[in-house]
């Protein structure tokens, strides 16, 4: 398939300009016609044996590719429903102690905030902060620092940064965790699906990702990946039916070896199939080729954006430090006003974040062409004069 079939296959992709895959992608229509299909297979006969074998065959299946895309061995990955439940997975994976030290950044997404609140509130632990910056050496500078003087358990940061897309150096940041003696949890909901991922390269102990956003699956998919070392460290804190090898009437119960320990209870297997068959769309385009446009079409849209006078990009230069999202601001306009005009009157989906009311974020996609990218610079040039 070519990216050019993959676009004509997207609906949403008629309505406008797309710049927003990082806050929730628009899926191909066979991902929604799978979904169909799958829903209407179910309810044909949910007991039925001549469907068993294909439904049970989905979530192990597309486990698998998960696996091979994030090079993990497929026990070390769950299916869940987005990002957050992997960060809840960890936070409540722990038992606590009042003082207990997580380091999160001032980057980071509500899902990777308030469930550490959550345990502020409920077992006195005390969060430190890292501020992220474009200068790398600064940064692990910082981050040493903060790690030799409040020792923590858990470090947890976005991979990829939603506010200006800065992609931190994983593999150097998880040998310094570890050499401080904490365990590491990325949030891989901006990078999945938009940079190449290595588990094995980047030994995180905890990698969580979300479906919904760079691998255009359905609303409410996701994957949650633990290092084989860390499965019987992790505590689960919900199981059920599922989770589990063996148990009997006397409370006795074996896990599942696998990171599937922490599934339970039924699942909304349309959703899941969905997800499978935008993974199938995205690799029969090929993954490198979805991971070369990413970058190149991030790179010119910088290389352009930086021509226009008043207009700040906040995102590193060299792409080896970002990844598909640009983020600026332009002198004298809030974000809600650029994206506002950018939507009216040239049909650009472009979004701001909260509690910032400056900043506007690009997701730059392989579903993106370098025509939308020259459409929204030239609709950038006419608005600075728009500039109070
Ligand atoms: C960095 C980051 N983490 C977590 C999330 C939350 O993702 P989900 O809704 O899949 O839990 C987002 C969503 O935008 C995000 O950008």
């Known amino acids: 398939m070519t990216l050019q079939e993959l676009r004509d296959l997207i609906p949403a992709l008629k309505q406008s300009s797309y710049f927003q895959v990082g806050g929730i992608a628009p899926s191909p229509q066979p991902v929604i016609d799978t979904m169909v299909r799958w829903l209407n297979l179910q309810n044909q006969g949910p007991a039925d044996p001549r469907f068993s074998e294909e439904i049970s065959a989905l979530e192990p299946r597309l486990i698998d590719k998960l696996a091979e895309i994030i090079h993990a061995d497929p026990a070390e990955i769950m299916l869940n429903t987005n ?95 570890h050499h401080y003696g904490a365990l590491l949890l990325l949030d891989g909901a901006q990078s999945f699906g938009a940079i190449p991922l290595d588990m094995r390269q980047i030994d995180a102990d905890f990698y969580t990702f979300s479906g919904h956003k760079w691998s255009l699956g359905p609303k409410g998919t996701g994957g949650f990946y633990v290092k084989r070392s860390r499965l019987e460290f992790l505590q689960p804190s919900w199981i059920g039916s599922h989770s589990q090898k063996s148990f009997d009437a006397a409370g006795n119960y074996e896990l599942l070896d ?4 922490f599934e339970f209870g039924t699942h909304d297997i349309a959703t899941i199939a969905g997800w499978e068959k935008a993974i199938d769309m995205l690799s029969a385009v090929g993954w490198s080729q979805i991971f070369e446009t990413v970058a190149d079409l991030t790179s010119l849209a910088k290389r352009s954006l930086s021509q226009i006078p008043g207009l700040t990009i906040l995102t590193p230069e060299p792409y080896s430090q970002s990844s598909g999202i640009v983020t600026f601001q332009i002198a004298g306009l809030t974000s809600a006003e650029i994206c506002k005009h950018l939507y009216e009157q040239h049909k650009i989906l472009a979004g701001g974040l909260e509690r910032d009311t400056v900043m506007v974020r690009l997701c730059i996609h392989a579903i993106n062409t370098p025509e939308e990218i020259a459409a929204l610079v030239a609709a950038l040039h006419k608005i600075t004069p728009l500039a109070k």
């Open 83 to 177: 990002t957050t439940i992997g960060i809840n997975i960890v936070a409540w994976g722990f038992n606590w102690q009042p003082g207990d030290v997580v380091v999160l950044s001032d980057h980071e997404h509500p899902g990777n905030l308030l469930t550490w609140y959550n345990l502020v509130r409920r077992y006195g632990i005390q969060i430190r902060w890292l501020k992220i910056q474009n200068d790398e050496g600064k940064l692990l500078q910082d981050l040493t620092a903060l790690l030799s003087a409040h020792p923590p358990r858990v470090v947890s940061l976005s991979h990829v940064s939603r506010r200006t897309g800065i992609r931190l150096p994983a593999r150097r940041i998880s040998d310094l965790v």
């Open 258 to 261: 696998s990171a599937r320990r």
